[in-house]
């Protein structure tokens, strides 16, 4: 069974830093990996995606990485703002018997001090 | 203004009520989704569905129902035999299936009275 992992589950930063949130799974044979962010009380906004056959993607300040040999992904955030400060959960899909299965984790809630 | 959206916001549910949560999306997505979403856990599958007129279980379906009978509308009900039915339910549709981008709409939160 994929089990998706999120440490720490919360995190704060002062403004202006460079930060790193970290996402493990257990089952290496994934399509592919998303991040999240989600707001208080709100849905979730897609980030980035990452397929099987990539490394990294990137999108303005973030960059998200992709180690599926040690099942880590990784995502960057430069230059960190208030307005940062959210809930951001990774995702990934598996082929499992015939259907196509999605794992969410627990996410990391990010406070960025100014 | 395309996009997903979600009502109520806030729901409540007497005990033994059925009771149905709206989704519409037009973003011309073929595929829909239901999660739920409890404190301190992920996010977890209900139903999916990929096409009008069909739809399969996800992780958690039981004590939910739901119908698919236009590709604009995926409605969510909560049976009286979910007896746990308080959490924050996300809708979200993607393109034609789970590989690609999916995107939620803003949720509602059910409570039991």
């Known amino acids: 069974k994929q089990e998706v992992t999120q440490i720490p589950a919360a995190l704060s930063v002062p403004e202006g830093e460079n930060l790193v949130l970290n996402c493990s799974f257990t089952d290496s044979a994934i399509y592919n990996l998303q991040w999240f962010r989600q707001d208080p009380g709100k849905g979730l906004t897609s980030l980035l995606l990452i397929q099987s056959s990539q490394r990294e993607q990137t999108s303005g300040r973030l960059n998200a990485s992709l180690d599926k040999s040690s099942g880590r992904s990784t995502l960057y955030i430069a230059a960190s703002q208030p307005g940062d400060s959210a809930t951001y959960l990774c995702?990934?899909?598996?082929?499992?018997?015939?259907?196509?299965?999605?794992?969410f984790g627990t996410g990391t809630r990010l406070t960025i001090i100014p | 203004d395309g996009g997903i959206t979600q009502s109520p916001k806030y729901l409540f549910r007497k005990e033994g009520q059925n009771v149905t949560l709206s989704c519409e999306q037009n973003l011309n997505h073929d595929a829909m989704y239901w999660y739920r979403q409890d404190p301190g856990q992920g996010l977890r599958l209900i139903y999916y569905s990929q096409i009008v007129n069909d739809f399969q279980k996800g992780d958690i379906a039981e004590g939910y129902s739901v119908s698919r009978e236009k590709k604009e509308s995926f409605p969510l009900t909560v049976t009286s035999a979910q007896k746990n039915p308080t959490a924050f339910y996300l809708c979200?549709?993607?393109?034609?299936?789970?590989?690609?981008?999916?995107?939620f709409g803003p949720g509602t939160r059910l409570l039991v009275l």
């Open positions: 995702a990934v899909i598996i082929y499992s018997f015939g259907n196509e299965k999605l794992t």
């Open positions: 979200a549709s993607s393109i034609s299936d789970l590989q690609e981008t999916q995107y």
